[in-house]
């Protein structure tokens, strides 16, 4: 049986004859898991996740979520997906249960059934006490938590959350990972999310896919992606003086060592834990003794640095543009 | 027992999203008595002031004969009896009594075979309905720009919802609003003094109804068809604008086609407005006349079927990009 709930092949958007948006790119998404697509902003994960949902019809290439093919059976595609997109969709003039019944009338649930899962899936997001309230009453966290619970109404098998925690403040986004783990488990569903957020990617996916410029330029599971890249890194301070560095050099697994100051070394390894014991015995062997020892490990950060050859923080600015122009358009609405 | 099909099963679903969508925007619509307050204050300042102000029927009255210099009248004694010699003086007074008498049937006459009712103010009246419907089914185009913009309609688009659902639910939102305020609008005129003919009953506001509804689906369709692709407001709005007016203008809601000059009457002819207008006055001020109003009906409808089509058609080609 094909374990491949999303397959995505050369999947390519061009806009206007010109701007290639997402280009050529291909990956498998296995049942259970939490595929993350990180890049920064412009980078073609929005346009991506147009294509799988079928809102936008791809240039090139196909993809397929549950076998079916997100062009040709559309239909059958919209039906067993949720969708939480990047933007605060709901509508701000009903309240946040009028929200969520719609989204079930959208699905074709009958009434009863949504009205039964729009209270559970209220008390899941903890905005019971909230759900007669208007939208536009709603903090951020508040709206994305509304969001998750609308891309949830119909139970869908493959869930997408675009930039789920875009734009809030780090407790309510750890909040919100929290959610997204409590569904993972809750609904046994298979997730594609994107993100720009590192930390997000690494606590949250299984497997990741990066992604710049359109083009996605490694795929792995966090662990792979930073181990691809090289090391661990470990910082060893001793009480004696004397030079160990020819010492530690000699232990199997050290990849290189260099003496910082008196006592202090930096030692770069692979699976820094697993050979920090061996280390200590080592050392004590010979009658040194460690006084103290950190690991620190490679982050993703290093990982898109090395292979896009840019810090993904030059995008931060770009994000702050675009949050304020949501506010502004919802200004100007009134 | 009748086991569901399938088929059947997709129906009421897509029933249900079409119902979905109807109803959030009448929820939206009820939220915001303003709105409604806004969309009607128009037509009744049109509708009270202008109706009330313009008393085309006071133009020829007897009063204007007062204004009259009316001479004498000299004829030749032969022309009245051939044994009459010299010149026959019929003094002025006795013209201007026998015109004061016949002039308000005169007055009348020219109010009637001009408007079909002796009144300017029932005449305007119905023609508001059809401004306030024209501008609420125009408008309705907006929001589906702000679905867009808002981000709600990519979330719509990535339900199984019919796209054809999107935009049905924006017409019949409009139609049900139109006959809503319509309502209002002739609540408002029977207390301002409509004079309504022998043949209006209350039976006749289920013609009304329909009519409306009908006029109401072919504007909003064709309004949406506009709007589909548009990703600004403020072009939509400059759309909106630019046929407002000269719908109105070039119909019969202010005055009657017949005195317009020939090409005016041309576009008139076929002017959905002129064929709602002519409906609703048949069925609430004029003598019904069945053959006209069949007419009416007839052009309504094909005109509804035509356009709603398209829109549909065009939602199924435009909302997935
Ligand atoms: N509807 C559109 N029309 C034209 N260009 C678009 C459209 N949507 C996105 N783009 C462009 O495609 C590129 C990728 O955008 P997007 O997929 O939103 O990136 P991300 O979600 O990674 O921030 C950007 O350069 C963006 O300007
Ligand atoms: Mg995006």
Redesign the interface.
Known sequence: MNQDVIVVENLTKIFNGSLVAVDHVSFNVKRGEIFGLLGPNGAGKTTTINMLTTVLKPTEGRAFIMGYDVVKHASIVRRSIGVVPQEYTADEDLTGYENIILCGDLYGIPRDTSKKRAMELLELMELTRFKDKKVETYSGGMRRRLELACGLINRPKVLFLDEPTLGLDVQTRSAIWNYIKKLKEEYDMTILMTTHYMEEADNLCDKIAIIDHGKIVITGTPQELKNSIGSDIMEIIILEEDDVTNLINRIEYVKEVKKRSDRSYIVRLENGEIVAPLIIDNLSKKGYHVVKLSISKPTLDEVFLTYTGRAMRDSEEARETIMSQRITLRRARR | MMLESNDGV?F???L??F???TS?EL??WM??PLILFMAIIQPIIWMTLFGKSMNIGAILSTSTLNEINIPDIRIPGNLLNPQIDGVVTIPSFVLSENLRSIFPTISLKAMESTFGVSDYFSYLAVGMISMLTIFTSTFSSMSIV?DR????L????????PRSAIVLSKVFNAALRSIFQSTIILGLAAILGIRFSSTFSLLNILAIYLAIFLFSMGISSLFLAFALRSTRHETQMAVVNLFNLPLMFTSNAFFPTRMMPEWLQGIASINPVSYITDALRQLTIYQTNYATLLIDFTYLTVFAILLTTVGIILSWKYL??
Do not use: D, I, N
Request: charged letters at 35%; glycine letters at 10%.
């Open positions: 997709k009421k679903a897509m249900q999203g119902w979905g969508l959030r929820k939206k939220k915001e702000w913009r808002l981000g709600f990519y979330k719509v688009l990535s339900t199984p919802v997935t990009k």
